[in-house]
């Protein structure tokens, strides 16, 4: 057969309590390839991924490397095979630099010295090489997420990993940084390298891969060459019928203000300068307003300011009509806001707990689920995560019990949305409701959120998508160096016109408006 497959898992069958999680899978990357791997959330690519990396050992199935079979035990074994990857929730140390993270685990000793000047050169080469700029004395929490990913791709380079695999890299990145990264992935292919791309945005893979894999619940659906094939053929095979790429909606009917924001301003991280910057404007029962902008221009503290993680330095905050400046967190949620937050692992879910108490993190102290004595009734408890487990589709292996932490991404988010959607409330602060999902979650979310506004609730939508902007705003204000600089409407306004507000090219605000 020849060695023209640089890695081949074949039938790989890998089980977990109550699921298979991938279930008698074959994969063959080529050398030299950059092979996507598709599926709907949950449908097994990041365990496959995870089992080829040493991380899971499989029930079933062989790996081979350029025709050998191998035994990968663990990372350091997939290391040592030159097999390298990029999490989806990068495991960097966050307080170390840019390149004591790229050499962690396999740093030069001279003499018994850390020899950190040759690390360092041999870092500014391959960031040279493969146009990766970085800044390797720059400490990671205080870079962007693109910089932090550019990090996690040298640590592979560093290693000289031939097989770099890909879990989701684009879930986090700007669309400037996504052509980067796509750029960047091409570079690597010239340079030989095999690549691994585990995604279910339809476009990216149209763009950049050679051939594509697709998952379905466990099972391999087939594999086809990206330039025989179409978007559409590729979103049917993953989630097995048509899907629709447009959100379908009436004109909006806006009402009365729901929140309105006066004013405000929140620091930023770093000392001395305002994240926020004296920003003003209502959202109105029945509208879906988006707060559009490139990351980091302030929208991440916007949405910590009106949840509550964020004191405000100035301004003022009301929500149908009572001043909230001041309350807690509990008492804006009692008072009618829900909130979908960037961050679900440090904001949205308690990881180690099952995902009955998740679904119930701002509930648990009424009257249905905890009695006179404060003792949770762990029964109603149960039957309500049961209902909202059915309703929203969020699969997990053991429904209710199921450990948040052992849930696909996808699959959390589903759960966050379910908590927040049912209890009802007045105004729903989305912040990336449909980061990391896959087109038929879109689908299903964008629906649940159109539906909301039709049902008359004010929804604060913070995107950093392009299409999900243009697609599901009523109206989209753009944010710029923690300024609103732009008012559009999103029929009369293009992609091209949003970038120019979003990049500061553009701005039709009035001075002190």
């Not at 109550?18 to 959330?41: C, S």
């Not at 009734?377 to 053991?398: M, T, W």
């Not at 959607?421 to 964008?446: F, K, M, N, W, Y």
């Not at 923690?482 to 409407?489: S, W």
Request: glycine share 8%; charged share 30%; hydrophobic share 35%.
């Amino acid at each position: 057969m020849g060695n023209e497959y640089a890695v081949e898992m074949r039938n790989i069958t890998k089980r977990f309590p109550g699921i298979i999680a991938n279930d008698n899978i074959t994969l063959q990357l080529k050398k030299g390839e950059i092979h996507a791997l598709l599926g709907e959330n949950g449908a097994g690519k990041s365990t496959l991924m995870s089992v080829l990396f040493g991380m899971y050992e499989p029930e079933e199935g062989e790996i081979f490397m350029n025709g050998n079979k191998v035994d990968i035990k663990d990372p350091n074994d997939a290391n040592a095979l030159g097999i390298g990857m990029v999490h989806q929730h990068f495991k960097l140390v966050e307080c170390f630099t840019v390149l004591d993270n790229i050499i962690l685990g396999t740093e030069p000793v001279k003499n018994g010295l850390l020899n950190k000047q040759e690390a360092k050169k041999k870092v500014l080469e391959l960031s040279d090489r493969y146009s990766l700029k970085v800044d390797p004395d720059a400490i990671i929490e205080n870079i962007t997420v693109g910089m932090q990913q550019r990090t996690e791709i040298l640590k592979m380079l560093y290693r000289e990993n031939d097989v770099l695999i890909f879990d989701e890299p684009t879930a986090v990145l700007t669309p400037q940084e996504i052509d980067e990264l796509m750029e960047i992935m091409r570079n690597l292919r010239k340079e030989g390298k095999s690549i691994l791309f585990i995604s279910h945005k339809l476009n990216e893979i149209m763009a950049v891969a050679d051939r594509c894999t697709v998952l379905r619940k466990g099972k391999c659906i087939g594999t086809v060459d990206v330039e025989n094939t179409t978007k559409e053929e590729l979103s049917k095979m993953m989630v097995g019928r048509d899907v629709e790429f447009v959100v379908t909606k009436e004109p909006a009917k806006p009402g009365e203000p729901v929140l309105k924001v006066e004013n405000i301003s929140i620091a930023a991280k770093h000392k001395g300068i305002k994240a926020v910057n004296n920003v003003s404007f209502e959202v109105r029962s029945g509208e879906i307003l988006c707060i559009a902008g490139i990351d980091g221009n302030g929208q991440s503290e916007l949405a910590y300011g009106i949840s509550g993680i964020e004191k405000l330095i100035e301004g003022k905050l009301y929500l149908n009509g009572k001043d909230i400046t001041h309350d807690s967190i509990r008492e804006r949620n009692i008072g009618g806001l829900g909130h979908i937050p960037e961050d679900r692992h440090k904001y949205g879910l308690v990881l180690d707990y099952p995902l009955h108490y998740n679904m119930v993190l701002q509930r648990y102290f009424e009257s249905e689920f905890t009695t006179r004595y404060g003792f949770l009734k762990k029964k109603n408890i149960r039957a309500y995560a049961e209902r909202l487990i059915k309703d929203y589709d969020v699969r997990s292996g053991q429904g209710p019990d199921t450990w948040a932490r052992s849930m696909s991404g996808g699959n959390q988010q589903k759960a966050i949305i379910a908590r927040e959607v049912d209890r009802d409330p007045s105004l729903l602060l989305a912040v990336q409701p449909t980061r990391g999902l896959d087109v038929g979650a879109i689908e299903s979310i964008h629906k649940k959120l159109v539906e909301l506004r039709d049902n008359g609730k004010a929804i604060l939508l913070i995107s950093l998508e392009m299409d999900e902007v243009m697609s599901l705003s009523d109206r989209i204000l753009v944010m710029y160096e923690g300024k609103i600089v732009g008012e559009l409407d999103p029929k009369e306004t293009t992609p091209e016109e949003l970038g120019l507000y979003m990049s500061g090219a553009k701005n039709n605000m009035k001075e002190g408006a």
